[in-house]
């Protein structure tokens, strides 16, 4: 009896660990095939514009420079590969016979929290911009995370917002929070889920800067949608911090003051708090943890 209890459990495990790896792949696998294709197009277009023309570049500018039109693309890059990731998703849920709506939990929630969420969301996003002024980081990594910055948004300014505070928060927050965070939890305890699929979130973003800030909002991300018992709670809290990451960006607002940096990360621990005391009550205190792991 006590064997076969151990046979189910390691079962489980293998079942739920190459789920959350399947769905992971998938959205990872996406991305890079696009980037290579992308790629492949630029270098092509150039090559064929330089042979017709005779000019060829230096080769560390022609690099700069094709690295520079691959990054404009990533917003239209981001719209398609969210859009194949969510079809292959369907897809997947269709051929099981299982409603993805039921398995990502996308319960409504309420206004007061949807307003104290998006305190959080703006809090956050103010507080990690002037992180990057006022915190002993080097020099080379901030100009190489503002280069990525300038690159990633210098694309058509529609297409990065369509891409930046619809469909990332969106597809990310399936696969990071309503499908590999669920699967983990199920096998291991909530705070290393949590943990786990915050770092691979993280590692996901690229570049240094944005590995350490973006593995620190998954985990406040994983945080709401836990104690929210809804995806929808997660994906407006990303929505609404990628939205003032834009709005800061292309307003040019100088983001330096340390009294804001200190007033920003009051706020947002405040808030914080807040939906932490408004998803307080004895089904939750009970239920909260296990939720994640029930679908």
Request: with cysteine; aromatic share 10%.
């Amino acid at each position: 009896m006590e064997e076969k209890k151990d046979e189910n459990k390691v079962k489980k495990f293998f079942i739920n660990i190459g789920k959350a790896s399947l769905y992971t792949g998938i959205f990872f696998i996406f991305q890079i095939i696009s980037t290579f294709i992308c790629s492949i197009v630029v270098a092509a277009k150039y090559a064929i514009s330089a042979a017709m023309s005779g000019e060829w570049m230096e080769e560390a500018r022609m690099t700069e420079m094709l690295l520079e039109k691959v990054y404009n693309l990533q917003g239209l890059l981001t719209i398609i590969t969210g859009i194949i990731t969510l079809l292959t998703l369907f897809i997947i849920f269709k051929i099981r016979k299982r409603k993805i709506s039921e398995k990502l939990s996308l319960n409504k929630i309420t206004k007061s929290k949807i307003a104290i969420i998006a305190i959080l969301a703006i809090a956050l996003e103010v507080f990690i911009t002037i992180s990057l002024y006022v915190l002993p980081i080097s020099e080379q990594l901030i100009n190489e995370y503002f280069k990525n910055v300038n690159y990633l948004m210098g694309g058509n300014f529609i297409l990065v917002f369509i891409a930046v505070v619809i469909f990332a928060p969106i597809v990310e927050e399936i696969i990071f929070r309503g499908l590999l965070l669920k699967h983990l939890n199920n096998v291991m305890p909530t705070i290393v889920a949590v943990l786990i699929s915050s770092i691979i979130f993280g590692i996901g973003h690229g570049q240094i800067i944005w590995i350490i800030y973006a593995t620190l909002i998954g985990i406040i991300l994983s945080i709401v949608f836990i104690r929210c018992k809804s995806l929808t709670a997660s994906i407006t809290l990303h929505a609404v911090l990628n939205l003032t990451s834009y709005i800061i960006y292309f307003a040019n607002i100088e983001m330096d003051s340390i009294i804001v940096f200190i007033i920003s990360g009051i706020v947002m621990i405040l808030a914080l708090m807040g939906i932490m005391i408004m998803t307080k009550n004895k089904e939750i205190e009970k239920e909260s943890v296990e939720y994640i792991a029930k679908k």
